[in-house]
């Protein structure tokens, strides 16, 4: 168990710090609860949520990549299954 005030490693049985003789059977200062755990994580999923739409969004306002080429459609049949390719 390390001490709080001074870091220093102690046997979990003891109950005064080797080093300094602090306390070491006093609780911690803050402990969270179940409310701070919902209440972290409901931001935490928020702001990803806001985020990835945020994200999406200024993705579809980029501009088209213009070094794409266009294929003729006799190139790829395969795309028009349904259309017959002219002889």
Known sequence: MKCINCGQDNRST???CKK???DLTLPPA???GWKWHIKTLAWIYLTL???FFAVSYLLRKLPPPYDQRQL???MT???NPHKVPAK
Do not use: Q, T
């Open 20 to 22: 300094c003789g602090g």
């Open 30 to 32: 803050w402990f969270p």
């Open 49 to 51: 949520i806001v985020g």
């Open 77 to 79: 049949p395969w795309l």
């Open 72 to 74: 003729p459609p006799e």
């Open 14 to 16: 003891l109950k005064f």
